[in-house]
């Protein structure tokens, strides 16, 4: 009902940047929320950041201050600039979209995860 895209994973250095995309389609009437999380090798996937239609944001503590997540609430997508990055962020990062869709006769809720993106933090 509702499919998530990511893009702009890839490898860079430590200290450097990278900017995540997720676009959402399909028959979506409203996205409440919007967020990035991550599975690092042999860890469990843990929340990044989160933002709402409204624009309220969270982040996990050991991003605060590097990472920005923002939304197109028209272009339902969201975005994850990752600044100063760490071998630690390397992980695989999922697009997580809460909200609901038209069914036939009503709107549904929903929950879709993307299909991940790799991002390696390495020299």
């Known amino acids: 009902q509702v499919q998530l895209v990511e893009s702009g994973g890839g490898l860079v250095q430590p200290g450097g940047s990278l900017r995540l995309s997720c676009a959402a389609s399909?028959?979506?009437?409203?996205?409440?929320?919007m967020g990035w999380y991550r599975q690092g090798p042999g860890k469990q996937r843990e929340l990044v950041a989160a933002i709402t239609s409204g624009g309220s944001t969270n982040y996990a503590d050991s991003v605060k201050g590097r990472f920005t997540i923002s939304r197109e609430n028209a272009k339902n997508t969201v975005y994850l600039e990752m600044n100063s990055l760490k071998p630690e962020d390397t992980a695989v990062y999922y697009c997580?979209?809460?909200?609901?869709?038209?069914?036939?006769?009503?709107?549904?809720?929903?929950?879709?995860w993307g299909q991940g993106t790799h991002v390696t933090v390495s020299s």
């Open positions: 399909g028959s979506i009437f409203s996205i409440n929320v």
């Open positions: 997580n979209a809460r909200g609901l869709y038209y069914s036939e006769y009503a709107t549904v809720p929903f929950g879709s």
